[in-house]
């Protein structure tokens, strides 16, 4: 690929014009091109079109000027070839058919060869990379945490029962489940690095629901070896979490390039725990795009006031943008970003 890009320099900490911006979630709902696909298509059959991969992934580049496409997908979609049996049902979200709860049950997984087993998404990434250069692709995968938490619990849950019971009685099975998804995640990133995405984020949605200590044992020591592979192919590494706060200190240690901060800590307290040798990405409340412009646009010039003269800063959500958002407010979110003056500049 060719061509300079301000989201990679801001993520290397190199000079760059004006503050980047993206949005997790940027292809979604809220657009009505998209909700006519979803009308004639489940969303797996759209994750699985080439052609729609393509188109969705490159509409928000094109709409809104963003600076960074992030690939159309799921986290879930490596799981399929790897043996584990999964729907995605509107407005709930990944159901697997088998939950993984025994010794037995890992033994069902399969390694996952990803072009091979998703050739769909790679021919996306080289035709989303050559339509939208200069502008970065990010491609993506689930961390294995939440990735974990979804094929032991059978889905979404909220307290995570049966993930933290196995995590704690059952620490080798962990360990070894861990280190499964693990490779998996590791060969489906470098491949969409190979296929050309510039840069990679992990998603860790479920994360903050482990004490600092479970995290530092039992998750930690997989995320610095998945970041310390990623980093020898030189493209930035994202790690998202939500309700991070208390573990903010431990994501730096995984070796990401960039942590993404959600809205429950003021992202210029993240930079003051997290130093300035890592960056940042964040963190408007997504609830605000369903403000009003006037309220929308004070609480991103006040993110941006806290955050001015970062070098290692872009703008973000502090997770997805809700359906119900009018594009027009992502379009002047992203000119008021782009635009942004100093304070006390004219």
């Known amino acids: 690929m060719s061509g300079s890009s301000r989201f990679i320099e801001a993520c290397w900490g190199k000079a760059h014009d004006v503050v980047p911006v993206w949005f997790m979630r940027q292809a979604g709902r809220y657009q009505p091109a998209y909700r006519q696909l979803r009308e004639r298509y489940s969303f797996l059959e759209m994750a699985r079109s080439e052609e729609i991969i393509t188109e969705v992934t490159c509409r928000p580049v094109e709409e809104l000027g963003v600076d960074a496409a992030i690939l159309f997908s799921d986290i879930m979609m490596p799981m399929g070839p790897m043996g584990i049996d999964f729907d995605i049902e509107e407005h709930k979200g990944p159901v697997i058919a088998h939950p993984i709860r025994s010794a037995q049950d890992l033994k069902h997984i399969k390694p996952l060869r990803p072009e091979e087993n998703l050739p769909e998404i790679f021919r996306s990434i080289e035709k989303i990379c050559r339509r939208i250069d200069p502008v ?109 706060a208390a573990l903010l200190p431990l994501m730096k240690e995984t070796g990401a390039t960039v942590l993404s901060i959600d809205w429950r800590i003021p992202v210029a307290s993240a930079r003051r725990q997290l130093g300035a040798n890592v960056a940042v990405q964040g963190n408007l409340d997504p609830v605000l795009l369903l403000s009003s412009w006037e309220v929308l646009a004070g609480h991103a010039r006040r993110i941006l006031d806290e955050m001015a003269g970062d070098p290692r800063y872009i703008f973000n959500l502090g997770h997805g943008v809700p359906p119900g958002t009018e594009p027009e407010h992502l379009k002047r979110l992203v000119d008021l970003v782009h635009g942004y003056a100093l304070p006390g500049e004219v």
């Open 136 to 244: 970065p692709l990010i491609g993506f995968a689930g961390a294995p945490f939440t990735l974990a938490s979804y094929i032991i619990e059978g889905g979404p849950s909220r307290n995570y029962q049966e993930t933290k019971k196995m995590m704690w009685e059952q620490p080798a099975l962990w360990d070894e489940l861990m280190m499964t998804l693990a490779d998996a995640v590791l060969s489906h990133l470098t491949a969409q690095i190979r296929h050309g995405a510039r840069a990679v984020q992990i998603f860790d949605s479920w994360i903050g629901v482990l004490s600092v200590e479970d995290f530092e044992h039992a998750v930690l020591p997989t995320m610095r070896e998945i970041f310390s592979r990623l980093n020898t192919f030189h493209v930035p590494t994202i790690y998202f979490g939500t309700e991070t």
